[in-house]
């Protein structure tokens, strides 16, 4: 099974492209015209619609051109409800850059507690509860793992526990309410639904990936079905997930050792056991794609460079020849019946918060200081 895409992509949004890279960047016939890029705050979500915003493709060492594993859902339904999976160091900026609300961001699915999926939390609960999500807590689901220690509940607790300050000092001025996370754990091992609202309906499954308690999702809405792996290594669980079709199937591709250890620094002793021990080659996610058969395929928690690109794409044309999606950072897919639509969402490097409509009220009040700065401040007038 062979073909030459790999040959004659677009360039990398970071090398100046402004395509998504993929030689069929739409499967099916569209009911609309799309634009070339996706601009956003300018395209409207219709009813039983899914659009999937790639906000971090990348790696533990995030980079200005790669934010760290996330995965954003905008929901078509009444609500408009957004669900963010995974949430990697640098993936909030790039929310930002969607001019989406940030009172709608409440919605946390976490596939394991790697740093590099997690560490954009602190900045949500902490940081974002300042500048408008004002409307309640933070909702997180998670997997358990073989011990209360490894699970969902501790970790949020123990970020809980280390924002004790930030807290205390919004004492007055903002809702504390927002300032909660609260916690869904479920068990990793089952392949269950762990979430069912609005017409919507996320399914959790078990993947092979570090320690036993990762797990990927699969969300269903309006006859509309994404798989999102996670981090992993091919395997059942995933494939019989995703059993009764998909539209879209994003699943985690890491390059060939050679090339990691060569991009990265890492020996290629250390690079073999990663790619072995934790993920998947590209020949490996081609065989997936090719019992899967997804509408489209987009490969996700790639290094990216020209060369890199190059050498995955050839492995998979190997093995695998439908539709593919090399995803990086703002890589947007609107999923209808009809079609699955991939663009490069419009980059906007510096927006102020968009707090959204607010649904709950709340008067901030000015607490007194502490007694010992009425010396320590210098006079300003």
């Known amino acids: 099974m062979k073909n030459n895409r790999s040959t004659s992509l677009p360039v990398p949004a970071f090398a100046g492209g402004t395509m998504a890279i993929t030689l069929t960047p739409i499967v099916g016939t569209p009911r609309r015209e799309y634009t070339e890029m996706f601009i956003p705050g300018e395209e409207v979500l219709e009813n039983g ?38 949430i990697g160091s640098g993936s909030l900026a790039n929310y930002a850059s969607l001019k989406l609300p940030v009172n709608k ?22 940081s974002w509860s300042k500048v408008g999500r004002a409307d309640g807590p933070i909702y997180v689901w998670g997997p358990s793992g073989t011990e209360p220690s490894l699970g969902t509940r501790h970790f949020v607790r123990g970020i809980e526990e280390a924002l004790a300050w930030d807290t205390a000092a919004g004492h007055g001025a903002i809702n504390p309410e927002s300032m909660k996370i609260v916690v869904s754990e479920f068990d990793f091992s089952k392949t269950q639904v762990i979430y069912d609202e609005n017409g919507v309906s996320v399914t959790s499954f078990p993947v092979v990936h570090a320690l036993s ?34 539209d879209l199937l994003i699943h985690e591709c890491f390059p060939p050792a050679a090339a990691l250890a060569a991009a990265s620094g890492l020996s290629i002793e250390r690079a073999t056991i990663a790619l ?33 690109i190059t050498m995955i794409l050839s492995e998979l044309d190997s093995v695998y020849d439908g539709p593919v999606v090399q995803t990086q950072d703002l890589t947007v897919f609107n999923v209808t019946k009809e ?40 006079p300003l007038d």
């Not at 308690?213 to 997930?241: E, K, M």
């Not at 906007?348 to 009425?374: C, E, N, R, Y």
């Open 105 to 126: 961001l409440n919605k946390v699915f976490l596939t394991h507690l790697h740093a590099d999926h997690t560490g954009d939390l602190i900045t949500l609960s902490g």
């Open 213 to 246: 308690g990762a797990v990927g999702y699969r969300i269903d809405f309006a006859g509309l079905s994404v798989v999102f792996s996670g981090d992993t290594r091919a395997c059942w669980p995933l494939v019989r997930a995703c059993e009764g079709g998909v």
């Open 49 to 86: 619609e899914m659009r999937v915003t790639v906000l971090g493709s990348g790696n533990p060492w995030n980079t200005r051109a790669q934010a760290s594993a996330s995965i954003l859902i905008e929901v078509g339904n009444p609500d408009r409800d957004i669900l963010i999976f995974d």
């Open 339 to 378: 079609a699955v639509v991939a663009r490069q969402a419009k980059q906007f490097d510096q927006l102020p918060p968009i707090p959204g409509k607010q649904s709950m009220a709340f008067t901030p009040v000015a607490v007194p200081p502490p007694d010992w700065w009425a010396e320590a401040l210098i």
């Open 276 to 308: 072995n021990a934790a993920h998947t080659s590209p020949k490996a996610a081609g065989k997936v794609f090719g019992l899967v058969k997804p509408r489209v395929a987009g490969l996700w928690h790639t290094l990216l460079s020209a060369q890199v």
